[in-house]
């Protein structure tokens, strides 16, 4: 296995080889329409000079950044010697992709990122970010700041080495009350997709704010994405009424289906197909896939997904 001969996750990012083949090994076994780069939001901490370790069965630990000292810390501007492998990986698999598959980079939103940045752990409601921002605004806005330059300048490298579109993950997004998500969520992801295009004009943009529920409608009216992916909470119904006369979504199967499998899952595809048909939309998990998931489930899922689907 790859993550075997790497050693270490975070080796198996910045190691080009490596993060190519596992980029490319799902679209040669399931034969997918797009690739997403094999990386992990976490490289842009990490390329400002935050400490970030991934422990086997325990995720991702960082330095937690608790004050504004701790922000003035970190590097003025993103090391893009730090991540030069990763825009290595995108070159290589780009050489190695079907013409007719895209390649997909991303980046995690800057109140995610943050989120794990001041907590130094992954936590259910991101209560060390919030109470950061509630305390001293200030200080936090320094922090969201300097990942909204970072994460537009990681964007820019990876459309230039070659991927087709990127996706903004706002994995946190849910836990934020109505006007810190405006502040926290919309207005960086605004701000960062502004810069994106200052350099890259045409630039394809995904958003993904996560558990923001009617918030969406907010998210698509105020946010310029070209595509949102929803999460599986998301009434299919709802979005092909709200959202999807506005913008293409993308998702929204729940990754818990996929692992359980059988009537369920194909109920499941049904629903979503049946419900986004006719307009834009690109069928996804409404989030990532589970670990333990089967290989068969995975089969069975595309299977239905290419019997029902109109073509």
């Known amino acids: 296995m790859l993550r075997e001969k790497a050693g270490d996750f975070f080796e198996l990012c910045f190691t080009p080889e490596f993060a190519a083949e596992a980029t490319l090994q799902p679209v040669r076994r399931f ?37 504004r000292p701790g922000v003035t810390r970190l590097k003025t501007k993103l090391d893009h010697g730090v991540l030069a492998p990763i825009y290595e990986a995108i070159e290589r698999v780009k050489k190695d992709l079907p013409a007719n598959v895209s390649l997909l980079g991303f980046c995690g939103a800057p109140w995610t990122v943050a989120s794990y940045m001041v907590a130094g752990v992954g936590t259910s409601e991101q209560e060390p970010a919030r109470r ?28 230039e080495a070659g991927v087709d579109a990127v996706q903004i993950f706002d994995t946190w997004a849910g836990v934020l009350p109505a006007q810190e998500f405006h502040q926290w969520c919309i207005e960086p992801t605004q701000r960062i997709i502004a810069k994106v295009r200052h350099h890259v004009a045409n630039a394809k943009v995904i958003g993904f704010p996560r558990g923001a529920g009617t918030a969406l409608l907010r998210y698509v009216k105020d946010v310029p994405v070209d595509a949102i992916s929803l999460d599986w909470t998301v009434d299919p119904t709802f979005a092909r009424e709200h959202i999807q006369p506005h913008l293409p979504v993308q998702g929204n199967l729940d990754p818990l289906v996929l692992l359980a499998g059988g009537t369920a899952l194909d109920r499941s595809v049904e629903t979503i197909l049946k419900a986004f048909s006719g307009r834009p939309f690109i069928f996804n998990l409404g989030h990532g896939i589970l670990p333990q998931t089967p290989i068969a489930h995975v089969e069975q899922m595309l299977a239905r997904v290419r019997a029902v689907a109109p073509t």
């Open 31 to 67: 034969g997918f329409d797009a690739a997403i780069l094999f990386s992990d939001i976490l490289v842009v901490p990490y390329a400002l000079g935050q400490s970030v370790r991934f422990t086997p069965n325990e995720g991702p630990q960082l330095d937690a950044i608790v004050d």
């Open 132 to 159: 950061f921002a509630y305390r001293d605004p200030e200080g936090f806005s320094r922090l969201i700041e300097k990942l909204v330059e970072a994460s537009a300048s990681y964007l820019v490298r990876q459309l």
